[in-house]
């Protein structure tokens, strides 16, 4: 299955959010660094807790600021509301091309995004140190997505890497 072949269909941000969330978030990203970004964005989430805009926004504020177990927490949030809607796993596990192509006939973009969010759940995995668990991932991205459009097959090959080298040095946590 071509992951890149589909018809254009509305994206997660294009989905409504309740009234004054955009605002949260546009806020949070107005103030970035300083203490109430992260309470704009809690109060987003209080709000719209399985909108996928709002936690893509969550995601990418622990991200950046190198919180890695929120958000690592927060993409496997992800998993699991973008999986719920298109039929797919919570836990990323047990993915066959028939799944895929079932889910995209529902939405190729709610399809497109889990996968992404699988992805960014084995970098984050490769982050934390745990090598194992993010070939895991990646090769369930990789057997799913045989033509590399998610572009796991580069990350698997570092993993796999990391696992014959362990890296020295870790990416701390927060």
Known sequence: MDLLHFDPQPLYFDDPLPDGVLELIEGAGACYGEPEAEG???RA???APDHLMVLVALYRYHFYRHQMDKSEAIVWRSIAVSGARVGLPADGQGLDEALIVAAARESMTLTRFYLSALK??????LRLGQ????????ETLVRVDDADR??????LDIA??????????????N
């Open 131 to 138: 090598i194992h668990d993010a070939v895991g991932l990646l």
């Open 40 to 42: 704009l964005l809690a």
């Open 150 to 155: 998610m572009g796991g097959k580069a990350l």
């Open 160 to 173: 796999r890497a990391a696992e014959i080298d362990p890296p020295l040095i870790v990416a701390p946590v």
């Open 45 to 47: 989430a209080e709000a």
């Open 120 to 125: 960014a759940a084995a970098y984050i995995k």
